[in-house]
């Protein structure tokens, strides 16, 4: 099975994974510095962020460098502003895992107009990966890896007339939209950097059912209710190994979905993924997306 103790030496590298304030994030720094990697601990609030940092230097001692970064996927003025900040200090970024997530919430939009989960979860990384790509092109093969969930097979597809709460709210349904598009994302982010001959891949991971904050939308009793009907569930450190393979083991490939390998893939040990639904391969779809991210982000890759 594989561990954090597997992962290669990532010494020179440099890393970003969003919302690494806690959750699998965390865990994910904290493994990445530890393995040698230069990484920023990218977290929307300063405290929360500083805190994390502190967390990890009491836990363990890294081989590489660790800093925070301040992002707030929400405010595409400040994903900007994150990635200006970042590329005044570096000339490369190796591995960007784009983690940070919300689930759920009481309908909600960002700051930009967007339904919450939508905006956070996808455009905010959408937007961040463009930003970032010449810095990934500087970086010998680099990777983006993108957080996706089982709920991303609960819809069948992307309704662009409801991406800003324009119809009744399901807050599952939207989760669940999000998901879809970072998947498809991934994907399609991965045809074109092969299309580009660049030495970047894209990966898609999911961290089975893990027990984190992403769930603090959701009643108690109803929490406890599912995750009784469910069985079994994970630790952050658990959760976050699919991404972690996915970010470092020599074996990836590009446009690979990696998840646990139990049973419907709620728990274990990272393995490729199951999880397929038409509407993740719909190349249409795929270029509906990447067209209404642009629009609605204002960010081209310089592929
Ligand atoms: N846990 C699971 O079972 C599960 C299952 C499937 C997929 N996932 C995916 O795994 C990823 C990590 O989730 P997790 O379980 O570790 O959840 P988590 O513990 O709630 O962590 C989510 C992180 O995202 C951050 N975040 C939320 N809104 C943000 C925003 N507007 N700007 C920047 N950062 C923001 C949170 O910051 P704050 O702490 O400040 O809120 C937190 O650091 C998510 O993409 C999630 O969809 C998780």
Do not use: C
Not at 150 to 171: H, M, Q, W
Not at 263 to 276: F, I, Q, R, V, W
Request: charged letters at 20%; proline letters at 5%; glycine letters at 8%.
């Amino acid at each position: 099975m594989w561990t954090k103790e597997n992962i290669p030496d990532l010494t020179g590298k440099t890393a970003i994974i969003t919302g690494a304030n806690t959750g699998i994030g965390y865990e994910m720094a904290k493994a990445l510095y530890e393995a040698g990697a230069d990484v920023t601990l990218a977290a929307r609030d300063k405290q929360k962020a500083i805190k994390a940092l502190q967390k990890i230097k009491t836990e363990t001692i890294g081989k590489g460098s660790i800093e925070i970064g301040i992002l707030n996927l929400a405010n595409l003025n400040q994903v900007k502003a994150f990635s200006d900040t970042f590329k005044n200090k570096h000339q490369q970024l190796n591995i960007l895992i784009n983690n940070a997530g919300v689930m759920m919430p009481p309908p909600s939009k960002t700051d930009d107009g967007f339904e919450l989960q939508f905006g956070v979860n996808f455009l905010g990384h959408f937007a961040l990966t463009g930003r970032f790509f010449p810095l990934l092109k500087n970086a010998a093969d680099a990777r983006v890896i993108t957080l996706s969930s089982g709920a991303a097979t609960l819809t069948d597809g992307i309704d662009f007339s409801n991406l800003k709460l324009e119809k009744p709210y399901d807050p599952l349904k939207q989760y669940a939209v999000s998901k879809l598009a970072d998947t498809i994302f991934a994907y399609e982010l991965n045809k074109r950097l092969k299309t580009a001959s660049l030495d970047i891949i894209s990966v898609v991971a999911h961290p089975g059912v893990t027990r984190t904050d992403l769930q603090r939308h959701i009643p108690n009793e109803e929490l406890e209710f599912q995750l009784a009907q469910i069985g079994a569930i994970m630790q952050p450190w658990q959760g976050a190994l699919p991404a972690l393979f996915a970010a470092t083991d020599p074996s990836v490939n590009g446009g690979e979905f990696y998840g646990p390998d139990g049973e419907k893939e709620y728990t274990g040990y990272p393995a490729l993924s199951k999880h397929n639904t038409p509407a993740m391969h719909d190349a249409a779809l795929a270029t509906h997306l990447w067209e209404y991210a642009e629009e609605a982000t204002q960010v081209k890759f310089q592929l």
